[in-house]
């Protein structure tokens, strides 16, 4: 504690994100305490040193025997000071960082500063109070909405809501906010404790009425996943009982949230990706400032969207296509997303237009000369990715980095045909490309390790989770699904039908199941009439121009606004298919489809660190959590082998290898830890 003539000015500084560990509460009471006792002091401001204000609880210490003095405690201690005191924001504010700042009398923060309540990202609800003081403060349903995407919004909007109470727009924070606090002082403001405020109340709902609507309203987003609906709970309690018989709900819902299986898969993934950005070999932070201009080969949908990916971050891009009709079409597709955003209000349309001006179109590959990255995107061919790269090879410039977004193909394969394979890899995107955040990283076999490093330090630098994994068919994401997508097929063969597979798991929290998405990308993906051979339901259904939703039907039929119907239709060509197979048909439980869904993705899994394609479980788990919706409560699914016991996976596969064959044998990797009674993940 330092002192500004009669401003106690309370510094933390507790690397890397002064999270509010048991020394930091421990500090801050009685600092806190000291400040009231002196006389001389007549306000408090509470700072931050290094990059940020409080980052919340310390994570590391959840889920242990808890630690006095408990941040509610600190903060009461704050909100009960006799003298006004000034959180002073920086960085971001987030979850009991906030929930702090608000048990304060006044905020300021700096401009770029951010604030939210992260805590349903780790399947908690904000427990130190903040669901009684945040719906007192300002609107209840954007106090929801802040809790319940748990995504920060900047100090403008915090202002414009209330949250904070003035911007320090000077040079230095600490200079501004004792300022503030003297203003205060010297105007004799009342302290104002939040949790003496009443709560705000929507119009025209009752409380009860208010939180059901709102429940309904994401119903969709919120279904199985415990945190909001306790979220929701916890602000309705807000709106109708006493501060203190709210937060007893709200201690209560945390701790038990706290033991809930769901909490501990998310802490697990907060951690899994954060263990994933560190890449073995490559010592300190890539310098990226090298990477200044970005070239895409393919104005596509993979294309356009890895280019506006970068666009989003600043680095201007130049796209080349092949003919001017495909380059237009890529182009007006960019210019409709970005105007999209703009009608919606995510962007400015002075933005949206800015971006749309940081693309260049150009019909030679020549224009690509002079591009620190280049991103291939081109059609999904050996050997149209070899005349690429063969090309690239002779154009590009010494240093550049070139990239492939192939999904399937040897990297390797590709990186030969150039003489500079240690400069060549793969930037695996997932699409929609501009808002998916996965970005799996292949290592080819002769990648310098440099590359690799520099490669995942852009990803992260245009707002992605980059995840290395070595060269193999699908890598780690596609050859995983590729075995769901097997078993999919003849599920459906042997009597589950299309929607019931969908359906399942759809309950288990996936955003749909294979058939749905199939529709959704289109059937006839890398599909041609001359090389069908009619065997196959998707033969068959491209050949009825059953091509997805695209075409109004696929395996389902599509009405209005795309509403999905089952098609009896459909039906019948999956019968006729089994039985020109010979394949009997009977009832499928919903279990049997998890389990034959799962469990060979959890099987592939393994085989795919034991092969050191992935460098740990808890790497595909953000793979599967980041680029195909597996439902983050869930942990991915290497985590939910072992939630469901590693020894009942075995056994299970067993089971089903005894029924249906060897596709089912139990990794060997699976059976030695099941046998050990070891975990995957122990190493996150
Ligand atoms: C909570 O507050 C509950 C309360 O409501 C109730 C309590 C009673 N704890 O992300 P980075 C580590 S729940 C411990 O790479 P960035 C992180 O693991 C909490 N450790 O940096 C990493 O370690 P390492 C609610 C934490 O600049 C290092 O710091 N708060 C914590 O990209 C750097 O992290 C949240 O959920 C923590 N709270 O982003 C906020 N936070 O270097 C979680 C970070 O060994 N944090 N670490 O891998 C974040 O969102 C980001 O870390 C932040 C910085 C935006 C702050």
Redesign the pocket.
Known sequence: MTRQDSIAVVTTDSP??N?LSVHVRNGLKSAIEDADRDDSVEAVVVICNG??FF??????E?GKPPLSP???EVLAAIEKSAKPVIAAIHG?A????L?LALACHYRIAVPSARVGL??V??G?L???S?TQRLPRLIDPGEALDLMISGDPVDAEKALRTGMIDTLAEGQSLEADAVAFAKRIVGDAKPLRRIRDMPAKTPDALTPAEFAEAYRERNARKLRNFRAPDEIIRCVEAAMTLPFDEGLAIERKL?RELLDDPQSAAMRYA??AE?KA?KVPGVEGKPDISRIRSIGIVGAGTMGTGIGMAFVNAGYPVTIVETQQAALDRGLANIRRTYERSAQRGSLTPEEAERRTALFFGRLELEALSDCDLIVEAAFEEMSVKTEVFFALDRIAKPSAILATNTSYLDIDRIAATTSRPQSVLGMHFFSPANIMRLVEIVRGEKTDLEIVGTAMALARAIGKVGVVVGVCHGFVGNRMLEKRQDEADRLILEGATPWAVDRVLYDFGLPMGPFAMADLAGLDLGWTREASTGETVRDRLCESERRGQKTGAGYYDYGENRKSDPSPLVEEIIRDVAKARGIARREISDEEILDRLLLPMINEGANILEEGKALRASDIDVIWINGYGWPAYRGGPMFHAEQVGLDKVVERLRALEAAHGGRFRPAALLQRLAAEGSSLTDDT
């Not at 980052?55 to 590391?60: P, V």
Request: charged residues 20%; glycine residues 18%.
């Open positions: 890397p994100v999270a990059r940020t980052a919340g609880a310390d994570i590391t959840l408990d941040l509610p971001t987030l979850g009991g960082g929930e992260p805590e990202k780790l908690l904000p427990g130190a903040g945390f907060f951690f954060r950005a």
